[in-house]
């Protein structure tokens, strides 16, 4: 008899004490409905400082299939989900928030999708319920690394969908420190199904995105995919030096014609300077960019630091036991 295909959840949060109990409910109950299927759902703590950790460790307790990771500290959203990735070890892993900002409910989609052959299920926002600002901003910055990458990349989406183990175990093999999973999906480039969803507002808590945070994501994600900025800024070079090489020219000429009458003034001179000085600084902090990630790269440090385990009775890789549905508090029903 051919053993159950197994499906892991993956969760990072970070002060979310109001949701990760209605979230662990939602998805237990979507993977019953998407059909016989073994499953684990692991929670990645950024050492939040309310009583979220407290909450999953009584959900723990109460069901072994879910499976808890408590951080040190806070190692940003970007590297712990990635380490909760590594530790995966279903047949297929889906990533979901902890806001409830990502439907889970989605989970029997990208399953149904998944069994009809592909490797890659994404869901992609065709609306949001946050301001319609800040939704145009994403939607720009989005084209814009799409425009910029020398790979396609897929628009409006966050990470949240299912990538099939093959697809996990190519990510593996970037063994990148500071890694932009979103990139890496499109890097792979292997075949994939969008789900479109409208992402409803936060219920409870608050955004842990600051302007740094998305700043910071952003230019990871530019540095990560693309090397146009660093030609912008030799060709901005070369056009520069063009230029002032023309101004200098008409100037010596306007001179020579008109030796008594004709004096440029030190307004001109002060504006250049100061004109080419900012645009100096503007391309040391792009070279700066990608600077930052060759040392994160050389650094070579771990992900994350673990505090504490909960409920991983197995390595990492090793294969679902078939009985850890019959071994759950809370069985199947």
């Known amino acids: 008899m051919e053993s159950r295909k197994a499906i892991?959840?993956?969760?990072?949060?970070?002060?979310?004490?109001?949701?990760?109990?209605?979230?662990?409910?939602?998805?237990r109950l979507a993977i019953v409905t998407a059909g016989d299927y073994r499953y684990e759902h692991i929670f990645i703590d950024n050492s939040s400082r309310d009583h979220t950790m407290a909450e999953l460790k009584a959900i723990a307790a109460r069901?072994?299939?879910?499976?808890?990771?408590?951080?040190?500290?806070?190692?940003?959203?970007?590297?712990?989900p990635m380490?909760?990735?590594?530790?995966?070890?279903?047949?297929?892993?889906?990533g979901i928030v902890a806001?409830?900002?990502?439907?889970?409910?989605?989970?029997?989609?990208?399953?149904?999708?998944?069994?009809?052959?592909?490797?890659?299920?994404?869901?992609?926002?065709?609306a949001s319920g946050e301001g319609g600002l800040?939704?145009?901003?994403?939607?720009?910055?989005?084209?814009?690394?799409?425009?910029?990458?020398?790979?396609?990349?897929?628009?409006?989406?966050?990470?949240?969908?299912?990538?099939d183990r093959k697809v996990v175990d190519a990510i593996k093999q970037f063994d990148d420190p500071n890694p932009y999973f979103r990139g890496m999906i499109a890097e792979i480039g292997m075949s994939h199904f969008e789900i479109p969803y409208h992402q409803p507002a936060r219920k409870q808590?608050?955004?842990k995105?600051?302007?740094?945070?998305?700043?910071?994501?952003?230019?990871?994600?530019?540095?990560?995919?693309?090397?146009?900025?660093?030609?912008?800024?030799?060709?901005?070079?070369f056009a520069c030096s063009l230029f002032c090489v023309l101004v200098s020219l008409v100037?010596?000429?306007?001179?020579?014609?008109?030796?008594?009458?004709?004096?440029a003034g030190t307004a001109p001179l002060v504006i250049g300077v100061f004109f080419f000085m900012s645009l100096q600084m503007l391309f040391i902090g792009i070279i700066g960019e990608y600077v930052g990630t060759i040392h994160t790269l050389v650094q070579r440090r771990p992900l994350v630091i673990e505090q504490e385990r909960i409920n991983f009775e197995y390595g990492p890789g090793q294969p679902l036991r078939e009985s850890i549905w019959d071994e759950s508090p809370v069985g199947r029903g």
């Open 83 to 94: 380490h909760a990735l590594y530790q995966a070890s279903g047949d297929a892993v889906i």
């Open 251 to 263: 100037y010596l000429l306007y001179k020579l014609m008109f030796w008594t009458r004709f004096s």
């Open 134 to 163: 800040m939704f145009f901003i994403r939607k720009l910055y989005y084209k814009l690394v799409n425009r910029l990458s020398g790979i396609e990349t897929y628009e409006n989406f966050t990470g949240f969908g299912l990538f």
């Open 63 to 80: 069901d072994r299939n879910v499976k808890v990771i408590l951080n040190t500290r806070n190692f940003g959203h970007v590297r712990s």
């Open 205 to 207: 808590g608050i955004t």
């Open 209 to 237: 995105n600051n302007f740094y945070s998305l700043y910071d994501l952003a230019m990871l994600a530019i540095t990560n995919l693309s090397k146009v900025p660093l030609r912008v800024v030799t060709f901005s070079g």
């Open 99 to 126: 806001d409830l900002q990502d439907p889970p409910e989605m989970i029997v989609d990208f399953i149904r999708k998944w069994e009809e052959g592909y490797p890659v299920v994404i869901g992609v926002k065709a």
């Open 8 to 27: 892991t959840i993956i969760t990072p949060c970070y002060n979310e004490e109001g949701n990760v109990r209605e979230l662990y409910e939602r998805v």
